[in-house]
């Protein structure tokens, strides 16, 4: 099995909510829908952790966590009509307007999710702000390929962390589904079966291809590693984001390794990455990836070994060999 049928090991209708805090509302619906896979996205370890205790306690089987931005998970990793339906419960309105690039729920959002849900799927959206409301209403008709339907939150949404707070003080909640319009059709080029670059603003659907897994870079250098180097931190640009080479180290009882920490940042994606140089004979330095962490292996993990490969060039080593 794979995708989501080898994750759950069973084929099912799968669910997805989006910051599921200390995971009530999932719990619930792993209780209240056995017939469902559930999915949970959220970016607060804490909050993840809590929701594991919960869901083990109340015994589910049917749900999985993942620590990360859902946006990711929608763009990159859910197939085409896979998504049965996505819960977005009390979202970080982020009220200032310099930081609502941040909202999850963006006209481009919209469009890659219209090829992601199944024939019947929806969106529900339940918050207590009234600017985030609005907003998502208005980024979703600006998509050109959903439809609002305003009413009732569902009655387990309302027993959640925050919607008791909320309505202990009184505050309005506010409601939508969101339909896909099926009048929409795949922004695709001809030609060539893919998706092109979509502007922000346009309407159309936006069938994003999954994320592949990429063949890891290595390099191969001739020289030595410099006793003690001088390091700065450095930031490298490639077509899918940035790569931060925050700090190299050497290992305690060795002058044969350089251990580079790394950031990757892609859309909806960042990683946090070991880079290894050592010196693997006298004149020969190799550059590769370390499991630490498990990474994903993406483009930007790739470009991580190439920045530390020009690093150890600017220090007067050699590049005899690259591969894949």
Known sequence: MTGAAGLFGRAAPLVLEVGFGDGRFLSHLGQTHPEWN??????SLGSVWRAYR???RDGVDNVRLYKGNAGFIVRDVIAPGALERIY???????????????RLLQPEFFR???SRLAPGGRLELTTDHPGYFEYALEAAARS?????EEGTPPEAALETKYARKWLDQGKPIFHARF??????????????????????DTPARYDAPLIQK???????????????PSFEKQVHAF???????LEAFRAIDTQDSLLFKVVTEEPDLRQELLIQAWQREEDAVHVSLQGFGEPLSTPGVREAVRAVTLWLEGQGLAVQDTWI
């Not at 559930?38 to 970016?43: D, T, W």
């Not at 077509?239 to 080479?245: A, D, T």
């Open 239 to 245: 077509s899918g984001g940035h790569v931060i080479l």
């Open 214 to 228: 990429t063949p890891m870079q290595h390099a191969l250098l001739s020289g030595r590693l410099p006793a003690h």
């Open 179 to 200: 339909l896909p319009d099926e009048t929409s059709s795949p922004a695709v080029d001809a030609s060539t079966g893919a998706a092109p670059a979509v502007p922000p």
């Open 38 to 43: 559930l999915l949970g996205a959220e970016i």
């Open 54 to 56: 919960r869901i083990k």
């Open 112 to 114: 890659i999710l219209h």
């Open 144 to 148: 050109g390929c959903f439809k609002a």
């Open 88 to 102: 977005v419960n009390f979202p970080d309105p982020w009220p200032r307007k310099k930081q609502w690039k941040n």
